[in-house]
């Protein structure tokens, strides 16, 4: 092999293995010698994106942007890494340029609708997926999920059941499990938000036996610790800790922090938490963190871990980096910002409860009624 070749060949065979550190270094090692190759600045960027390197990730799509011409994939890759990275104006201008060339490309409907959300404007997003339900037979089903989402960003727990519950009865019939058990998950949760534990356990040992992938694992294992079925999250966790793959592992380490989280024990989910971000450094991680020094009282360290989660808006609007929404698990991060600034008796507390309030007037969860109650008390 020429050098070129020895250098994407190990690079590639990292990307496969999950291992994005091994595989930036030999894709530098072949972008220093060949600056304007779009492959390897593409998959660099994929490479960052992996790590959770977001500004990174952008900056190496535009490059490959920049090389490839007018190519619909590379500005199509440029809009999502724009999302993630929290540029939501960018991801929407060029969603909207992939979708003008190309309008049954189904992806640029989503990152379009997510940055719309990102921007707080749910009825844009709304009418994206509208227009992405008459796309094709998979836009559709994507569209369903991605309007639960905005209805679970709002709050609207029993709205969101209505939407998902014959969504999944399509998406079966449709022989699409893996779209059937996302729609799952997130009945799952909008169960959870209504304070019906029993059908959000359903929920999850149904989108378990649909779907045995890494994310649909941990996102039950959730549903589970949130519910008080710590035998069976645990089961969970440790299976995927002992992983050999890197996903797998993050995703055990975390379900472990945050079952210690819902057992009361603060200090042994900071530990574990910790723990998992040396392995990657999570949204999620962040938010889970946030939380168990909340818990603690440690006031300070919670404020530091929660404003890495509002700075770092854009992954929480898919957070197994897939493009299946989760843009839902965002506005609690404006709940726990506020009960910090609370413990630090900062004056900001007030409008951070009123900016989680907005976001969740149509909704009845327990998170909103204890905004309203602590925000009326400052």
């Given at each position: ?129 509208a227009k992405l339900t008459a796309v094709s037979p998979r836009g559709a089903s994507m569209a369903k999920l991605g309007l639960a989402d905005v209805l679970l960003y709002e709050g609207q727990a029993k709205e969101a059941i209505a ?216």
């Amino acid at each position: 092999m020429s050098d070129r070749e020895k250098y994407r060949t190990r690079a590639e065979y990292f990307l496969v293995k999950h291992e994005p550190q091994s595989a930036i270094q030999e894709y530098n090692k072949l972008l220093q010698q060949f600056p304007s190759d779009t492959s390897a600045h593409t998959n660099l960027s994929f490479a960052y994106f992996l790590e959770r390197n977001m500004p990174m990730a952008l900056e190496e799509a535009r490059r490959s942007m920049q090389y490839s011409g007018k190519s619909l994939v590379e500005r199509n890759n440029l809009a999502i890494a724009s999302m993630y990275a929290g540029d939501f104006a960018a991801a929407e201008k060029e969603a909207a340029t992939v979708m003008q060339q190309q309008p049954t490309y189904v992806s640029p409907y989503s990152t379009m609708a997510e940055a719309q959300i990102g921007q707080g404007r749910l009825d844009d997003a709304r009418s994206t997926y509208a227009k992405l339900t008459a796309v094709s037979p998979r836009g559709a089903s994507m569209a369903k999920l991605g309007l639960a989402d905005v209805l679970l960003y709002e709050g609207q727990a029993k709205e969101a059941i209505a939407t998902l519950e014959p969504g999944i009865t399509a998406d079966i019939a449709g022989k699409d499990s893996n779209a059937a058990a996302a729609k799952a998950i997130a009945l799952a949760q909008a169960y959870v938000m209504a304070r019906q534990n029993s059908g959000a356990i359903r929920a999850a040992e149904r989108a378990l036996a649909l779907d045995k992938e890494p994310w649909v694992l941990h996102a039950a294992g959730r549903i589970y610790a949130e519910t008080g079925q710590f035998e069976k999250a645990t089961k969970i966790a440790s299976d995927m800790s002992s992983s050999i793959d890197p996903d797998p592992q993050l995703y055990g380490k975390l379900l472990e922090g945050e079952i210690a989280l819902n057992r009361k024990d603060p200090k042994k989910a900071i530990s574990l938490l910790s723990e998992a971000q040396k392995t990657s450094d999570s949204w999620l991680g962040h938010f889970l963190l946030a939380r168990a020094y909340l818990d603690a009282g440690a006031f300070p360290e919670a404020d530091g871990e929660i404003e890495a989660c509002i700075k770092r808006k854009g992954e929480a609007s898919a957070l197994y980096l897939d493009e299946t929404p989760t843009f839902r698990v965002f506005p609690p991060a404006y709940y726990f910002l506020a009960r910090t600034q609370e413990g630090l008796k900062s004056p900001a507390a007030a409008q951070s409860y009123r900016n989680f309030i907005s976001t969740q007037e149509k909704g009845t969860g327990e998170l909103l009624a204890d905004a309203r109650k602590r925000l009326s008390s400052l």
